[in-house]
C-alpha cells in the first residue's frame, strides 16, 4: 500500500497556497471539459478529469471541494446541477483509494478501476436520474438508450440503465488515463508539493505509520470512537433538517397549488351568471346562455396547466346538482341536474355549504385520482350564493416536485455529509490520533529493559515536536520533561554503574593476581589466560561454531569471570603450589580440590552479595569448578566428558593450558609458542573439545600477538 503524504513539515499557508491553486485549477478543467462536451454535442461528460487530478494530488479535501464548486457553478445554466455534486465527491474519494491502493500503477488494475468509476457515473448516476426526473431523463445517453431499447434485447430501463453505464465507461475511461499519466511522468517532489495534510509534528516515517496502524485495540480506538461521532451527528443533523425541509416545502408547495386552484375556481365563477343558475338546472343547454357560458369554462380547461375538472355545481338539500361540468382526460362530465354525492372530505364542511360560505381547500384521493380541489361561491347580483365553482388539481406535480426536491436534498447532503466526515477525520488524525499514537508509540520503549532504548526513546521523544495548541501539546510536553528526566536519570546510573563495573573489574583481577602470585607467576596469567578465552569466543562466533550459545551476554560474562578460575587455590598451601618438582600422589590430591573450593567460595559470593550478578557469577562458579575436566572424561573434579562440561569451561581448559606451557613454573621451564600449539592441537579430541582447540589453532596470530605483548588485546 502506497500511502502519498508530505514528509516535509513545511508551513500550512504554503500548504493551503498550493491546496487553493489545486482547487482552481481542476475547478476550471471540470468546466471546461463539461463545456467542451456540450458544444462539441460529444456522448460524454468529462466534467470529472479536474476531481481526479486534484484527487489524486492533493487527496480527499481538495478532490471534494473541486467536485462540489464544479456542481455549484454550473447550477447558474441548470440549477439541479448541484444535486450531481455527490458523483463527484464519490470519484474524489474512490480516486484516493485507489491512488493509496497503488492501482493506477499497473495497467491490469488501471483498467479494472474504470468499470468501478463506471458504476458511480452509470448505476448510481443513473438512479439519482430517475429520482429527480423519472425514467429516461438522461440526455446524453437518450439516443443510445433508444437503439438498446429498440434491439428489443433490453426493456425501457435496463436499456437506460445501461447505455448510461456505457457512456460514463467511456468518459472514466478518460479520467483514468490522465491519472496513469500524471502517475508515471510526475516527479514525487512535485507531487508531494500538492498533498494536503495537516501535521501538527515532525512527519512521521512510512515505518511509523504502517506500525501505528497496524496496532489492534481491545474495543475501539479514538479514530473509530470519532467516525461513529462524526456519522452519528453529520445523519441526526442532516436527516432533521431534509425531514423539515421537505415538510415545509411540500406544504409550500400545496398551498400555491392550492392558491393557484382557487384563481381557476375564482375566474370560473366569474363567467358563470348567478341570476341565471337556476334557469340552467331548469332548461339546460336550451337556456339562454348556457352555452357561451360553457365555451369560456372549456377554454379555462384548455388555458390552466395541471387542472384536472372544472365545474359548477349548486348545494341542495346534502347533495350536489350539477350545474356545469366540463369535460377533461377522457372522463365523462355530468349531466346538467344530475345528482352528485358530497365527498366524504368535504363532509366537515356542510354547514359551510348551507350558509352559502367559502369553503377551504379539500385534497381526496379517489377514483378520480390524487386531487386538490378549491371551491368559491357562485354569487347572484343579490351577492347569495347560488352554486359553487369548483377546480380539481392533480396531486401528481406536487408528487414529482416533492420527489426531485427531496433527492436533490439528499444528494446535496451526501456530498456535504462527506465532505464534513472527510475533514473531520482529517483534524482528529493530524491533531488528536497520530500525535496521540507517535506518544504512545514512542513510550513504548520505556518497558525495555535494554538501556539504550529507553535513551533514544528520549531523543525520539523530542524530536516528535508536537504542535498542536491545545491539552494534547501539553501532554506532549509533559511527556518529553519526563523522558528528559528519565535519560538523565539513566546517565547517571549508567555512569555509575560503569564505575563500579570498573572497580569491580579491578578487585576481581587484584585478588586473582594475589592467588597466582603465590606460585611465583609472573602475575600476566590473569590477563593472558583471559585474552585467549575471548579470541577463542571471537573466532568461534565468526566460523558460526555453536553460534547459539555464543551469545554478547555470555561472551562478555565468561571474559569477565576468565580471571577467577583458579579463586580456589587461595585454600592451597604455598609449599605445595612453589614446589620445585613433581607433586606426589598426596599433594596432587590436596592440589585437585581448589577447583571445588573455588566454585564453593564463588557460590558464597552468590548466596551473600545482594543484587550480585547471578549470570556472570554463575559463569565465574563453572570456570572454577570445571576447567580441568576433560574432553575424554578423564579429568577432575567431575570426571564429565564432551558437551557435559560447560561451553565457558571448555575454552578456559584449553587457554590455561596453553599459558601453563608457556609460562616458567617453579617445576619446569617454558615451552616454546610452536611447540605449545603443537601440544594443543595433539590434546584435541582427548583433553579438549576438538571445536574450541580448532578455534584456537585457527586463530593463531591473535593467539601469539597476546603470547608476545603480555598485555590486554584490543
Given at each position: 500500500?502506497?500511502?502519498?503524504?508530505?514528509?516535509?513539515?513545511?508551513?500550512?499557508?504554503?500548504?493551503?497556497?498550493?491546496?487553493?491553486?489545486?482547487?482552481?485549477?481542476?475547478?476550471?478543467?471540470?468546466?471546461?471539459?463539461?463545456?467542451?462536451?456540450?458544444?462539441?454535442?460529444?456522448?460524454?461528460?468529462?466534467?470529472?478529469?479536474?476531481?481526479?487530478?486534484?484527487?489524486?494530488?492533493?487527496?480527499?479535501?481538495?478532490?471534494?471541494?473541486?467536485?462540489?464548486?464544479?456542481?455549484?457553478?454550473?447550477?447558474?445554466?441548470?440549477?439541479?446541477?448541484?444535486?450531481?455534486?455527490?458523483?463527484?465527491?464519490?470519484?474524489?474519494?474512490?480516486?484516493?483509494?485507489?491512488?493509496?491502493?497503488?492501482?493506477?500503477?499497473?495497467?491490469?488494475?488501471?483498467?479494472?478501476?474504470?468499470?468501478?468509476?463506471?458504476?458511480?457515473?452509470?448505476?448510481?448516476?443513473?438512479?439519482?436520474?430517475?429520482?429527480?426526473?423519472?425514467?429516461?431523463?438522461?440526455?446524453?445517453?437518450?439516443?443510445?438508450?433508444?437503439?438498446?431499447?429498440?434491439?428489443?434485447?433490453?426493456?425501457?430501463?435496463?436499456?437506460?440503465?445501461?447505455?448510461?453505464?456505457?457512456?460514463?465507461?467511456?468518459?472514466?475511461?478518460?479520467?483514468?488515463?490522465?491519472?496513469?499519466?500524471?502517475?508515471?511522468?510526475?516527479?514525487?517532489?512535485?507531487?508531494?508539493?500538492?498533498?494536503?495534510?495537516?501535521?501538527?509534528?515532525?512527519?512521521?516515517?512510512?515505518?511509523?505509520?504502517?506500525?501505528?496502524?497496524?496496532?489492534?485495540?481491545?474495543?475501539?480506538?479514538?479514530?473509530?470512537?470519532?467516525?461513529?461521532?462524526?456519522?452519528?451527528?453529520?445523519?441526526?443533523?442532516?436527516?432533521?433538517?431534509?425531514?423539515?425541509?421537505?415538510?415545509?416545502?411540500?406544504?409550500?408547495?400545496?398551498?400555491?397549488?392550492?392558491?393557484?386552484?382557487?384563481?381557476?375556481?375564482?375566474?370560473?365563477?366569474?363567467?358563470?351568471?348567478?341570476?341565471?343558475?337556476n334557469e340552467f338546472l331548469v332548461k339546460g343547454e336550451?337556456?339562454?346562455?348556457?352555452?357561451?357560458?360553457?365555451?369560456?369554462?372549456?377554454?379555462?380547461?384548455?388555458?390552466?396547466?395541471?387542472?384536472?375538472?372544472?365545474?359548477?355545481?349548486?348545494?341542495?338539500?346534502?347533495?350536489?346538482?350539477?350545474?356545469?361540468?366540463?369535460?377533461?382526460?377522457?372522463?365523462?362530465?355530468?349531466?346538467?341536474?344530475?345528482?352528485?354525492?358530497?365527498?366524504?372530505?368535504?363532509?366537515?364542511?356542510?354547514?359551510?355549504?348551507?350558509?352559502?360560505?367559502?369553503?377551504?381547500?379539500?385534497?381526496?384521493?379517489?377514483?378520480?385520482?390524487?386531487?386538490?380541489?378549491?371551491?368559491?361561491?357562485?354569487?347572484?347580483?343579490?351577492?347569495?350564493?347560488?352554486?359553487?365553482?369548483?377546480?380539481?388539481?392533480?396531486?401528481?406535480?406536487?408528487?414529482?416536485?416533492?420527489?426531485?426536491?427531496?433527492?436533490?436534498?439528499?444528494?446535496?447532503?451526501?456530498?456535504?455529509?462527506?465532505?464534513?466526515?472527510?475533514?473531520?477525520?482529517?483534524?482528529?488524525?493530524?491533531?488528536?490520533?497520530?500525535?496521540?499514537?507517535?506518544?504512545?508509540?514512542?513510550?513504548?520503549?520505556?518497558?525495555?529493559?535494554?538501556?539504550?532504548?529507553?535513551?533514544?526513546?528520549?531523543?525520539?521523544?523530542?524530536?516528535?515536536?508536537?504542535?498542536?495548541?491545545?491539552?494534547?501539546?501539553?501532554?506532549?510536553?509533559?511527556?518529553?520533561?519526563?523522558?528528559?528526566?528519565?535519560?538523565?536519570?539513566?546517565?547517571?546510573?549508567?555512569?555509575?554503574?560503569?564505575?563500579?563495573?570498573?572497580?569491580?573489574?579491578?578487585?576481581?583481577?587484584?585478588?586473582?593476581?594475589?592467588?597466582?602470585?603465590?606460585?611465583?607467576?609472573?602475575?600476566?596469567?590473569?590477563?593472558?589466560?583471559?585474552?585467549?578465552?575471548?579470541?577463542?569466543?571471537?573466532?568461534?562466533?565468526?566460523?558460526?561454531?555453536?553460534?547459539?550459545?555464543?551469545?554478547?551476554?555470555?561472551?562478555?560474562?565468561?571474559?569477565?569471570?576468565?580471571?577467577?578460575?583458579?579463586?580456589?587455590?587461595?585454600?592451597?598451601?604455598?609449599?605445595?603450589?612453589?614446589?620445585?618438582?613433581?607433586?606426589?600422589?598426596?599433594?596432587?590430591?590436596?592440589?585437585?580440590?581448589?577447583?571445588?573450593?573455588?566454585?564453593?567460595?564463588?557460590?558464597?559470593?552468590?548466596?551473600?552479595?545482594?543484587?550480585?550478578?547471578?549470570?556472570?557469577?554463575?559463569?565465574?562458579?563453572?570456570l572454577a569448578l570445571y576447567h580441568h575436566e576433560k574432553?575424554?572424561?578423564?579429568?577432575?573434579?567431575?570426571?564429565?566428558?564432551?558437551?557435559?562440561?560447560?561451553?565457558?569451561?571448555?575454552?578456559?581448559?584449553?587457554?590455561?593450558?596453553?599459558?601453563?606451557?608457556?609460562?616458567?613454573?617453579?617445576?619446569?621451564?617454558?615451552?616454546?609458542?610452536?611447540?605449545?600449539?603443537?601440544?594443543?592441537?595433539?590434546?584435541?579430541?582427548?583433553?579438549?573439545?576438538?571445536?574450541?582447540?580448532?578455534?584456537?589453532?585457527?586463530?593463531?596470530?591473535?593467539?601469539?600477538?597476546?603470547?608476545?605483548?603480555?598485555?590486554?588485546?584490543?
Open positions: 500500500m502506497e500511502i502519498l503524504r508530505d514528509k516535509e513539515a513545511r508551513p500550512f499557508k504554503v500548504k493551503l497556497f498550493y491546496m487553493s491553486c489545486l482547487c482552481i485549477l481542476g475547478v476550471a478543467i471540470n468546466v471546461c471539459g463539461l463545456n467542451l462536451a456540450d458544444s462539441l454535442a460529444l456522448p460524454l461528460y468529462l466534467d470529472s478529469i479536474g476531481t481526479v487530478i486534484a484527487a489524486y494530488l492533493g487527496g480527499p479535501i481538495p478532490g471534494i471541494l473541486v467536485g462540489m464548486l464544479g456542481s455549484f457553478l454550473s447550477t447558474f445554466s441548470d440549477p439541479v446541477s448541484i444535486s450531481y455534486g455527490v458523483l463527484n465527491v464519490l470519484v474524489a474519494v474512490l480516486t484516493v483509494a485507489l491512488r493509496d491502493l497503488g492501482w493506477f500503477k499497473s495497467p491490469k488494475k488501471a483498467f479494472l478501476s474504470v468499470f468501478i468509476y463506471a458504476c458511480i457515473g452509470g448505476f448510481l448516476g443513473g438512479i439519482l436520474s430517475w429520482g429527480i426526473y423519472g425514467i429516461e431523463s438522461e440526455v446524453t445517453s437518450v439516443g443510445l438508450a433508444s437503439f438498446l431499447f429498440k434491439t428489443g434485447l433490453f426493456g425501457a430501463i435496463p436499456a437506460q440503465v445501461l447505455a448510461d453505464y456505457i457512456i460514463d465507461f467511456a468518459d472514466k475511461g478518460i479520467d483514468v488515463i490522465v491519472i496513469v499519466l500524471l502517475d508515471r511522468f510526475a516527479t514525487d517532489s512535485f507531487k508531494r508539493k500538492f498533498v494536503f495534510d495537516n501535521w501538527q509534528q515532525a512527519p512521521l516515517s512510512d515505518e511509523a505509520l504502517l506500525e501505528l496502524n497496524r496496532r489492534r485495540f481491545r474495543k475501539m480506538s479514538i479514530r473509530f470512537k470519532i467516525n461513529i461521532l462524526i456519522i452519528f451527528a453529520s445523519c441526526l443533523t442532516a436527516l432533521t433538517a431534509i425531514l423539515i425541509s421537505f415538510y415545509l416545502y411540500t406544504t409550500s408547495t400545496i398551498k400555491q397549488h392550492g392558491e393557484y386552484a382557487t384563481n381557476i375556481a375564482n375566474t370560473a365563477a366569474l363567467v358563470v351568471n348567478g341570476d341565471r343558475v336550451e337556456a339562454y346562455g348556457y352555452d357561451d357560458t360553457r365555451e369560456l369554462l372549456k377554454k379555462i380547461v384548455n388555458d390552466s396547466e395541471y387542472l384536472e375538472f372544472l365545474y359548477v355545481y349548486k348545494y341542495v338539500n346534502g347533495a350536489w346538482r350539477c350545474v356545469f361540468d366540463i369535460d377533461n382526460n377522457g372522463v365523462k362530465s355530468g349531466e346538467v341536474g344530475e345528482i352528485v354525492p358530497i365527498e366524504e372530505a368535504l363532509l366537515p364542511n356542510v354547514y359551510k355549504l348551507q350558509a352559502g360560505e367559502a369553503v377551504d381547500v379539500v385534497v381526496t384521493n379517489d377514483e378520480y385520482g390524487w386531487l386538490l380541489t378549491a371551491y368559491v361561491p357562485v354569487e347572484d347580483s343579490e351577492g347569495k350564493t347560488v352554486a359553487y365553482a369548483c377546480a380539481d388539481i392533480s396531486m401528481k406535480p406536487i408528487q414529482l416536485y416533492s420527489r426531485t426536491f427531496f433527492v436533490s436534498q439528499l444528494a446535496i447532503f451526501l456530498s456535504v455529509f462527506i465532505f464534513i466526515f472527510v475533514v473531520g477525520l482529517t483534524f482528529a488524525e493530524y491533531h488528536i490520533i497520530l500525535p496521540l499514537n507517535a506518544m504512545a508509540y514512542t513510550a513504548s520503549e520505556f518497558s525495555a529493559e535494554n538501556n539504550a532504548a529507553i535513551l533514544r526513546s528520549a531523543d525520539d521523544m523530542k524530536s516528535l515536536k508536537i504542535s498542536t495548541g491545545d491539552e494534547i501539546e501539553n501532554l506532549y510536553h509533559a511527556f518529553y520533561s519526563m523522558t528528559e528526566a528519565n535519560r538523565n536519570y539513566i546517565e547517571d546510573i549508567n555512569k555509575k554503574n560503569d564505575t563500579i563495573g570498573r572497580m569491580q573489574n579491578a578487585l576481581i583481577r587484584v585478588l586473582a593476581d594475589m592467588v597466582e602470585s603465590r606460585d611465583h607467576n609472573t602475575g600476566d596469567h590473569v590477563m593472558k589466560t583471559a585474552e585467549y578465552v575471548k579470541i577463542i569466543m571471537d573466532e568461534m562466533k565468526k566460523e558460526g561454531i555453536y553460534k547459539e550459545q555464543l551469545t554478547d551476554e555470555f561472551m562478555e560474562d565468561v571474559y569477565l569471570a576468565a580471571p577467577l578460575h583458579d579463586i580456589g587455590k587461595i585454600s592451597i598451601s604455598d609449599t605445595i603450589l612453589n614446589y620445585p618438582g613433581k607433586l606426589s600422589a598426596e599433594q596432587f590430591e590436596i592440589m585437585k580440590t581448589h577447583p571445588s573450593v573455588g566454585a564453593d567460595i564463588i557460590e558464597r559470593v552468590i548466596s551473600k552479595v545482594p543484587g550480585a550478578d547471578s549470570e556472570y557469577l554463575k559463569e565465574a562458579r563453572k574432553w575424554d572424561g578423564s579429568g577432575y573434579p567431575k570426571g564429565l566428558k564432551g558437551e557435559e562440561i560447560p561451553l565457558s569451561a571448555r575454552i578456559m581448559a584449553v587457554a590455561d593450558v596453553f599459558d601453563a606451557i608457556v609460562s616458567e613454573r617453579a617445576y619446569k621451564k617454558a615451552f616454546p609458542f610452536d611447540k605449545a600449539m603443537d601440544i594443543i592441537r595433539e590434546s584435541s579430541g582427548s583433553h579438549f573439545d576438538p571445536n574450541v582447540a580448532g578455534a584456537f589453532l585457527n586463530a593463531e596470530n591473535e593467539v601469539r600477538r597476546v603470547y608476545k605483548s603480555g598485555k590486554k588485546a584490543d
